[in-house]
Antibody, heavy 122, light 107 residues
């Protein structure tokens, strides 16, 4: 059974940093691209970032470029999102999601974690 | 950036009735469109990709159609578990944008 379990969310002050983790199991992690998608309270879904299967290719939404960094540790079956210079508008539930493609990025998502809430507030 | 719009914002339907949800892209996305279902407090679930292909385990009452800029998700006979918010997402061009969602609630 595919499982994605996020952790690392919490309350942080504006300008602060947080690192999210997503532990994957139930599939061959090393062959799938992974993404982060966020959802502000009561709002819709916004794609944030992707990373390819070996970590050599990443991309970001303009709203987080230069502040967020996605990475992965294939030995630990884990993907990360390092979030720096956080703003109030970054407040959201952050979901880790698996790309439906096998060894290729299709940019839509067949499995999602349960999400972790990040609140940026003083 | 491709802007996705969905209509209606809310659709009130009785159980057993048919529901038709619309999604429009600001420019052609060919058939690179997915639909997701999200229930309160839960993560989204992939329903449809490639505009019309059901994802693994999705019941046949869910069907998708369309290409280019106009897409439709049809739920042929609504079950109690189908009352949720539905999002479309284009994956033709980055950034990979979602629509604002259609809430399907009980009439």
């Amino acid at each position: 059974e595919v499982q994605l379990v996020e952790s690392g969310g919490g309350l942080v002050q504006p300008g602060g940093s947080l690192r999210l983790s997503c532990a994957a199991s139930g599939f061959t992690f090393t062959t799938y691209w992974m993404h982060w998608v966020r959802q502000a309270p009561g709002k819709g879904l916004v794609w944030v970032s992707h990373i390819n299967s070996d970590g050599s290719n990443t991309n970001y939404a303009d709203s987080v470029k230069g502040r967020f960094t996605i990475s992965r540790d294939n030995a630990k079956n884990t993907v990360y999102l390092q979030m720096n210079s956080l703003r109030a508008e970054d407040t959201a539930v952050y979901y880790c999601a698996r790309d439906r493609g096998y060894s290729y990025g299709y940019y839509h998502f067949d499995y999602w974690g349960q999400g972790t809430l990040v609140t940026v507030s003083s | 950036e491709i802007v996705m719009t969905q209509s209606p914002a809310t659709l009130s339907v009785s159980p057993g009735e048919r529901a038709t949800l619309s999604c429009r892209a600001s420019q052609s996305v060919w058939s690179n469109l997915a639909w997701y279902q999200q229930k309160p407090g839960q993560a989204p679930r992939l329903l449809i990709y490639g505009a019309s292909t059901r994802a693994t385990g999705i019941p046949a009452r869910f069907s998708g159609s369309g290409s280019g800029t106009e897409f439709t998700l049809t739920i042929s006979s609504l079950q109690s578990e189908d009352f949720a918010v539905y999002y479309c997402q284009q994956y033709n061009n980055g950034p990979f944008t979602f629509g604002p969602g259609t809430k399907v609630d009980i009439k």
